[in-house]
């Protein structure tokens, strides 16, 4: 009965520092508005990886889990430029330091402008998928890098969508003649 005792002590032990340890590492987060779609739908629920940017920084085109410089609420959004880059929406495209920005993934071009914009050092300008319904960056904001959660990594909910969240490098295309 001891033995049995002790067994059970650490093997509740080691589940309480096992679950600890994957919190530190993992956050589960919900979509919570149609701002991603048609990639990520309100109402389902992503893993995060709360390590990635200890290794490395974000790159255009990753999805990124962060806390609102607004109203520090969570917000999951694409990063679209990165420290020192010149954003610039216009003619329903998003141009990055004059190259327009070939973007598969959205929901319909935006139907907005946006002036020529230096992203400021160790800050993110950040869009939704759906542009034209999406409370991002084109509102005159940026992201802290120290704001960002992580990086968006696997569907949890709903169950048919199990799997890795799709990733989209953005290639950046010459502009075209009266687009520059």
Do not use: C
């Not at 959004?77 to 929406?89: F, N, S, Y």
């Not at 004059?98 to 992203?119: D, I, W």
Request: glycine content about 8%; cysteine-free.
């Amino acid at each position: 009965m001891r033995n049995f005792v002790k067994e059970l002590i650490i093997t509740l032990v080691l589940a309480i520092v096992i679950f600890l340890l994957l919190r530190l590492v993992v956050g589960s987060f919900a979509v919570i508005s149609v701002s991603m779609e048609p990639g990520l739908h309100e109402g389902e629920r992503i893993l995060v990886n709360k390590m990635a940017y200890h290794f490395g920084e974000p790159q255009r085109g990753e999805i990124v889990v962060f806390q609102s410089p607004e109203d520090d609420m969570p917000l999951i959004k694409r990063v679209i430029g990165l420290p020192g880059d010149i954003i610039e929406i216009k003619d329903s495209a998003v141009q990055v330091n004059g190259v327009r920005l070939s973007e598969p993934y959205l929901k319909e071009p935006p139907n907005y402008s946006f002036n020529s914009f230096q992203v400021p050092a160790d800050h993110y300008f950040v869009l939704g998928d759906n542009r034209n319904n999406s409370r991002d960056s084109h509102n005159g904001w940026t992201v802290p890098q120290e704001n960002i959660v992580g990086r968006a990594w696997i569907f949890t909910w709903p169950p048919g969508k199990w799997g890795l969240i799709p990733s989209y490098p953005l290639t950046l295309e010459p502009a075209s003649p009266g687009t520059s």
